[in-house]
């Protein structure tokens, strides 16, 4: 263009192509183009000088539109920012920077940026449980949410079906089993024993088996199975599904859903552990819980505990109470405190009930037993030791005889009828600690409603009391017992735990047993068995 042609459009321009550095468009207040760089001929082909400047559509509507402002588009398959200069004379220079590459750069740092807030949403809700069958749940909620249409969560089992959760097309939650056949899924063997994922571009989505599509969901368009990864083993296979007509999934999306995976996996297989320890817990725990105790031989036996810690459920103090048998016709009370508290206690109580139970053939001999009992304490490797007293019981006619023996334990207390407390003349030394133990046992009778108790430093150390840190002490036990004259072996059980309890309130104390051993009132009638309760008579 001349300088004349530019003085008959009333624009001057001040475009060269050696001086521009971007395409240029100079366009006047009419819409009409007046010129072009070399840059801009050859991104626009189809603007011409002297017509109105119609592509792209969206720089042409820009530059219509009431005042000069920069504008953004595509012209074909690259991004451009438009950025106008006002001439002096009249019409607008616009500036067309490219942006493909910065603007593919944005966009990748958002998503990722979006699959880190994803990723931290996800480490939150999944670590959020210990329950396996919440985890699951969540994880097919996340999964059918943010990487794909559907969602299926599958952990492995031994069983001939495996459990699953599936999160359908909907956001509907459902808890099912698949057949243990996986081998017909591509993959999805694999991913249950914890191999590495088979890419999407390899699995057949007409492949996938009529149970791995949630109902309504339509044609599977892409697949993507990956392994959820445990700690040792693999926790389970997460299935990605899409629909036919949604595009397939990309290899970043592939690698978020390994990034997911790995979270869900790790969750999955702390809270499948927890829930094993929790099994293996409580079967352990119940060969340790103090037992359920009842009448036998016409004797009752009443039983009371409480951990030094309120939300244990054992520790370091036992009772046990063991029927006659062919090789002991004699029914043997076992109570006794092991040095220390919680756990660690409880394994040697544990292990000092078992040993007590394979010695009953012996136990019509205390001495016999408590000493075997002390080398097989000492010879386990436990630095532990107990203290531990013995009541074998018989009746005679209406009365109950007791043979008590202490191994350094405090003597049980016998109440008579009268409400005269009485201890028992035994004593011993303690289990497990020295080579050689002594022990002496000592003969009580009890006339019907008398009781024997044995208990447990626990009650007269506690402390507590108006002041908070008075001992209970034995001779509040005795006066407390006292009142407990020709009650029946239960009742004298709660009314010394009620008290110990009132005593101590929300103070500290030791693990607390006790263990009453009553003569009932009247003459007794034993059932068919010999061992439940049977009627009384006055």
Not at 153 to 160: F, L, M, T, Y
Request: glycine share 8%.
């Amino acid at each position: 263009m001349t300088s004349a042609d530019r003085s008959r459009t009333g624009a001057t321009s001040v475009v060269t192509a050696a001086a521009a550095p971007y395409p240029v468009v100079v366009v006047d207040d009419a819409g009409q183009v007046v010129e072009l760089n070399d840059a801009a001929s050859a991104l626009l082909p189809d603007a011409r000088t002297g017509q109105p400047l119609t592509s792209p559509d969206w720089l042409a509507a820009v530059h219509r539109a009431p005042g000069a402002a920069p504008a953004t588009g595509m012209v074909g398959s690259r991004f451009f920012s438009a950025h106008p200069s006002v001439l002096p004379g009249a019409g607008t220079a616009w500036w067309l920077v490219e942006e493909t590459a910065y603007r593919s750069v944005t966009e990748e740092l958002e998503a990722e940026r979006e699959r880190a807030r994803f990723l931290t949403e996800a480490s939150t809700a999944l670590l959020a449980s210990l329950n396996l069958d919440r985890c699951m749940e969540i994880t097919a909620r996340l999964a059918a949410e943010h990487l794909a249409d559907a969602a299926l969560v599958i952990a492995p089992a031994r069983a001939r079906k495996l459990p699953a959760v599936v999160c359908d097309h909907e956001g509907r939650i459902t808890r099912t089993t698949v057949p243990a056949q996986a081998e017909t899924v591509p993959g999805l063997a694999e991913a249950l024993r914890g191999f590495p994922p088979v890419p999407s571009r390899w699995i057949d989505p007409a492949a996938a088996a009529d149970w791995l599509i949630p109902e309504g969901f339509g044609e599977v368009g892409s697949l993507v199975i990956t392994p959820l990864p445990g700690h040792g083993v693999a926790a389970g296979a997460l299935v990605l599904l899409r629909r036919e007509q949604e595009r397939c999934f990309s290899e970043s999306e592939e690698a978020s859903a390994g990034l997911f995976a790995a979270r869900a996996g790790a969750a999955m297989s702390a809270a499948w552990l927890y829930a094993e320890q929790n099994t293996i817990t409580d079967i352990l725990m119940r060969e340790l819980l103090p037992p359920s105790l009842r009448q036998v031989e016409g004797v009752e036996f009443a039983g009371g505990y409480r951990a030094s810690v309120d939300t244990d459920r054992i520790g370091g103090d036992f009772y046990d109470v063991h029927p006659p048998s062919e090789d002991c016709p004699e029914t043997l009370a076992v109570l006794g405190d092991v040095a220390g508290k919680g756990l660690e206690a409880a394994v040697i109580t544990g292990k000092i009930r078992n040993t007590v139970q394979a010695l009953l053939p012996m136990a019509d001999d205390h001495a016999r037993l408590l000493r075997l009992l002390n080398n097989a304490l000492r010879g386990s490797g436990s630095i532990r030791f107990a203290t531990l007293v013995l009541a074998s019981t018989r009746r005679e006619e209406r009365d109950i005889v007791l043979r008590v023996t202490s191994a350094g334990h405090p003597a049980p207390l016998i109440v008579r009828r009268d409400g005269t407390v009485e201890e028992a003349d035994t004593g011993g030394t303690l289990i497990g600690a020295l080579p050689t133990i002594t022990s002496r046992t000592a003969e009580v009778r009890l006339a019907p409603g008398e009781t024997c108790l044995l208990y447990t430093d626990g009650v007269t150390e506690a402390r507590g009391g108006p002041l908070g840190d008075a001992m209970f002490g034995e001779r509040r036990l005795k006066r407390a017992l006292a009142e407990c004259a020709g009650m029946p072996a239960e009742a004298v059980v709660e009314r010394i735990q009620m008290l110990a309890d009132a005593w101590i309130g929300d103070g500290r104390h030791d693990d607390i047993a006790v263990l009453a051993i009553t003569a009932p009132r009247g003459a007794h009638l034993s059932a068919v068995d010999g061992t439940t309760p049977g009627r009384y008579t006055a």
